[in-house]
Structure formats: C-alpha cells, structure tokens
C-alpha cells in the first residue's frame, strides 16, 4: 500500500463543492496538505487511512464527505468528552451532527434515530461498543450511510500505548456494511502500528495518506530532575504567566501533591485523575474547557477527550512511557498552530519505575519485550545531544532535516566529553561491587564516602572505592544516566534496580572504543529566547505577547467567554484564539470583511458579526 501525497491525486469534479463547504460552514480559504485528496478518495467510494499530526485537519477529511455525499456519516469515537466536543464545534459551524452515547436520556436516544432515519443528520458519533450492540447493528442499516470513520484508529493496535479492545470488533463494518466508504483516522501511530490498524480493519484495499508527524509550532525541551517542582515553578513563571496548560505526573499522589503546591504557588490549577470522584472529574474538565489560564495537572487519565486549542504548554514532571505517548501527550499543545512548549524533567529513578512496571505487568514476555525496547527508544530521545525533532520523527518514519532550530539542543547545543575513563571506572565500580547496587551507592564508592552501608560491604576496600573524586555527584549520576541509556549497563529489575554488566559493556572497559557524554550542568537551565519573527499580519498568527495589553484582544475573549457561558459551550468554539487574533490585526468594518477571516463560516457570520463589528468599533481609533 503506498501511501499518496498531495501532488498525485487529480482534482476531481467535486472539489468545487468540497470548498465550497470548506468556505461556508468552516471559514476556510484553502485546504492544508492532503485534506482535498482524501476528500476526493472518499467522495469516489474509496477506502482511506489517514496519518496526520494533532491539529493538522483529520476531521475535515470525513466531515466535508459526509456533509456531501447521500446519507448519514458514522464516526466512531472512544471517548464521551472527545464526541461532545465535537459535536458541540459542529453545530456551532451549523451543520447537523449528533451523538449516541450513556449521557443522553432513552428520549434523546430515539430523538436522535428519529433525526438519522429521516436523513436530517449530518454526522453521528458513536462510541465503539455501543456500535457494536446488535440492535445498533440493525439501526443502522435502516439508515442511508454516507461513510464510516474510525477516529483515534491507533486504539485498535494491541502493540500501541492507548489499546481499546472493542475496536477490534469493528472489522464487522466491512461485513455488514460492503461498498461504504470507511476510513481511519489517528495522529499517533508508528509503521507497526499502521500496519495493524490496516489488517485488524480489514483495509487492505484502502489508499493511505501519511503526512509528516512534525508540529513545528511546539517547541521541545528535556532537563534532567533537580527539584522538578522548582524547575516547573520558573518554567511556568517565565514562559507561561496566566496560559492554559497541562502537567502529567506518573502518579496519582503525585499529581495532587503538585497541583496543591501550584496553587500555593499563585498559580490556577486542578488535579485530574482516575481516583477523583466524577463529579470532581467532570467540573475540574469543564473549568479548563470553560475558563482561561486553568493549569490542569493530571495523569494520562486526561487528555484524549481534550480538544482545547490554546493549550500553551505540556509538561512532563516524570518520563512518560514511549515516545508515542509522548507524542501524543505533547501533541494537546498549540492545537491552534501558535507557538507552545513541551517541557520534560526525568531521571534514573524513573527509568526504574517504568521498568519495574514493565516487568511486573501479566503482559506477555513478548510485548514486555517491546514495551522495554519502547522505553529504551524513549531514554535515548532525553539523553541525546541531537535535535529532539529528527530523533522524533525519525521514530515515526519520517525524514527530517539535521536541525529543527525550536528545540533546546539545537537553539542551545550540547556540549561533549570524552567519557572512556569514566565510563571504565562506573562500569568496574559496578563489577568490583557485585553487580546488584544502585547508583547512588556506587558514586558513594567512586567519590570515596565512608558510610555505613559502605562499611559494612567491605566496599571501603576494593580498588575502585575513591577512584572517581574528580568528579561531583551529579556528574557521576549523568555518567550512569548516559549509560543505561547507551545499553551499556542494564536495569536489574529482580534485584531492586541495582545496576550489572551486559555485552556491550566489556569494549568499553578494554578501551577497544570510546564514548562521548553529553555534558550536563549541575543545574540544567532553560533555552535562551528566541527574537520574535517579524509577522505578516494578514497570513500568520502573531504572538501572544502582542496582544497582552490589547483591549479589543481581552474585550473579544470575554466576548467568547460569555456566549460560551450562555450557550453551555466552551469560549473556542465561539471563535478560537487563532480567528480572535486575525480579527484584532484586520479590524474589519463590513460583515464582509469579517467573513474573509480564517475561521468565521456563514453560521458564525451570522450569529456573532454584528457583535464583533460593534466591538472592534468601539477599540477604533
């Protein structure tokens, strides 16, 4: 199957229609990458796969079809918020979508199918089990179906971070349902990965669309643990003053812990996760939906049902558990395409937490296998000294170039050391002990402290006991960091983390190669700032910063703010950060020239014009 790029697929006699729609309900002048290809695939009848970054436009890949071809489009959604949202954003654009889902009442549920039945319905969304009941089964093919599409399609890969059973059962689409076009869709998804979605769908005769992974808007930074809390305190104090954003912790005690100190901190934050009652669940949700500047500090329980735009920052005080859970949890920053941060602490304690989760799940020793191998990929991403954008998307299968320059080793490079000598005294430090210590106690050797534990191994008396002054503890910790990292020592998971010799140890220690460290600081510091670009004010968004002090900026917020508070929607579905920013650099004085600004389609033209005319009257000089 080879995957189709935007260049090779022809026009077809429907792309009038297709931007048409485009234009009137969405507010948008030109379709991005290969939206209008897939379009014109799926409007022919065809199958698609579709691999695209969060934020880069998947939904219109199905949503424009559905709205032009006959019938009803089933979208199959995994989660609850994700379907609300999306359908709360469609309606505002007035196109006729709905959901079926446990939230809505038995009359709703047949007011719903009394609306798809009579062909007055868009789009549907359902969650994958409630599909699947045969009664559902049997609704819909009462129904004129326009097309089916598997959103977050990565859920049905038993080998991926976010597996959901029931999606394995939606192969019968293709046997109930033949000649109606199916599509799946997903942000997240390596070669593996894609290669199950396709088999397990049961699209072996689908057209692939596979765009670039990269987001260049999100700028990625890695800092080694030293106070996380500390370091997310002056993270948060310089760069994101008054954002919205997210902060994952790998435990639920931990994120409570941190969101409190948050707060004592001044900062607006929640905690979120699955411990929390729902109601909590639900209200602190609804608050980062609904409110500006909420911080919300959570484990990976939250954020697939999020389709915040103008989520500043994520960051990571503990390592996540593959780079594709990173991805997709960096991936909830700037959807809007403006510019955010992903920021991440981690250190050796993780990497044996993680480790020691792996070994103790009733996983197969298979997929323990590859969930290891995932999390070595994950280490070398925070321990190289290369762009963290080419280490990325070079994961994924895509070809970047050397240097993204909107990461912290390209915009500040790493410099290096000859490690050899180092290197042979840790790894012969961890021989002469045993093979069963963990690190802190082999600087405690090398460095030549005399403690109890120390005394009582005899650890006083081997060779290698105060071999290693010339360096401080924290540099022996990068040193031991770097060569877990490396795979030249291993994580002995059956005797508390202490550390042993592997094969790739012994060239080392007989200097048949060298090795070079990265060299970290004592304490890591944040990447100089970047001059902000001169922007063109008609083609691209203009930083926050620019309009901190604007009036009609803060006047059209709190605009959205309220006829979200009126309408039960949150402020971005009235108009997105993106749309606020184009309307304060074009001070538009005709509906029409509202009209031409990206994201105002007919409906919100309608509703919201004279409104947002009379407010930026009201800022005119």
Not at 341 to 350: P, Q
Not at 395 to 406: A, H, V
Not at 447 to 475: D, M, P, V, Y
Not at 518 to 546: G, L, T
């Amino acid at each position: 199957m080879t995957p189709v790029m935007a260049e090779q697929v022809p026009p077809s006699p429907e792309a009038d229609s297709a931007m048409m729609v485009l234009r009137r309900y969405f507010g948008f002048e030109t379709f991005r990458g290969f939206q209008r290809e897939v379009i014109d695939h799926v409007m022919q009848g065809g199958d698609a796969v579709v691999l695209m970054p969060t934020g880069g436009g998947k939904s219109l890949c199905y949503q424009i079809p559905a709205i032009l071809r006959r019938g009803v489009g089933i979208v199959v959604s995994p989660l609850i918020a994700l379907m609300q949202d999306q359908v709360g954003a469609l309606r505002q654009n007035g196109i006729r979508a709905a959901f079926i889902n446990s939230s809505l009442s038995s009359e709703e549920v047949y007011q719903v199918i009394h609306q798809a039945r009579m062909g007055t319905l868009d789009l549907l969304y359902m969650a994958p089990e409630r599909l699947l009941m045969e009664s559902s089964l049997e609704l819909l093919s009462q129904m004129t179906i326009a097309l089916f599409a598997i959103d977050e399609a990565h859920c049905v890969s038993q080998w991926g971070h976010d597996f959901r059973p029931d999606y394995l059962g939606l192969t019968v689409l293709a046997d109930r349902f033949p000649g109606i076009p199916r599509l799946a869709l997903t942000a997240t998804a390596d070669s593996p990965t894609r290669t199950e979605i396709i088999h397990r769908l049961r699209l072996e005769n689908s057209q692939s669309f596979i765009a670039g992974f990269d987001r260049p808007n999100i700028r990625y930074r890695v800092a080694i643990k030293d106070n996380p809390k500390k370091q997310l305190k002056t993270f948060l104090k310089d760069e994101h003053s008054g954002d919205a954003g997210i902060v994952y912790c790998l435990s639920r005690s931990k994120v409570e812990e941190t969101a409190y100190w948050l707060v004592e901190q001044g900062f607006n934050a929640l905690p979120y996760h699955a411990g929390l009652d729902s109601g909590t669940r639900r209200q602190n949700q609804e608050r980062f939906l609904f409110e500006n500047g909420i911080i919300i500090v959570a484990t990976i329980a939250f954020g697939m049902g999020i389709d915040k735009p103008d989520v500043r920052f994520v960051a990571h005080l503990d390592l996540p558990k593959s780079l594709e859970a990173y991805y997709q949890e960096t991936g909830r920053a700037g959807r809007d395409g403006l510019p955010a941060n992903a920021f991440l602490t981690y250190g050796m304690e993780d990497v044996v937490l993680l480790r020691k989760f792996i070994d103790g799940s009733r996983a197969e020793d298979k997929i323990k296998q590859i969930e290891h191998r995932k999390l070595d990929s994950l280490i070398g991403y925070c321990e190289s000294a290369e762009c963290r954008r080419r280490i990325l998307l070079t994961y994924f299968g895509d070809n970047p170039p050397p240097t993204c320059n909107n990461c912290d080793t390209c915009i500040t490079p790493v410099a290096t050391w000859d490690g050899l000598v180092a290197a042979q005294k840790a790894l012969s430090c961890v021989y002469r002990t045993g093979q069963r210590f963990g690190t802190l106690h082999l600087i405690d050797v090398l460095t030549g402290k005399k403690s109890e534990k120390i005394t009582r191994f005899g650890h006083h008396a081997i060779s290698t006991f105060g071999i290693g002054k010339e360096l401080t503890t924290n540099q022996w910790r990068s040193v031991f960091r770097q060569l877990v990292a490396s795979g030249y020592l291993e994580v002995d998971m059956e005797n508390h983390g202490g550390l042993r010799l592997c094969e790739a140890s012994r060239p080392l220690l007989r200097g048949e190669k060298t090795i070079l460290f990265r060299m970290d600081a004592d304490a890591p510091k944040p990447p100089a700032k970047k001059k902000e670009p001169v922007i063109d004010r008609k083609s691209s968004p203009i930083s926050a910063k620019v309009y901190g002090q604007s009036g009609l900026w803060q006047a059209l917020r709190s605009m959205c703010v309220e006829l979200g508070k009126q309408q039960g929607v949150p402020p971005f579905f009235i108009f997105n950060d993106t749309t606020l920013r184009e309307i304060v650099a074009a001070m538009p004085t005709t509906l029409e020239q509202l009209g031409q600004i990206h994201g105002v389609g007919t409906n919100k033209l309608k509703n919201y014009g004279q409104q947002v005319l009379q407010l930026v009257s009201s800022f005119r000089p």
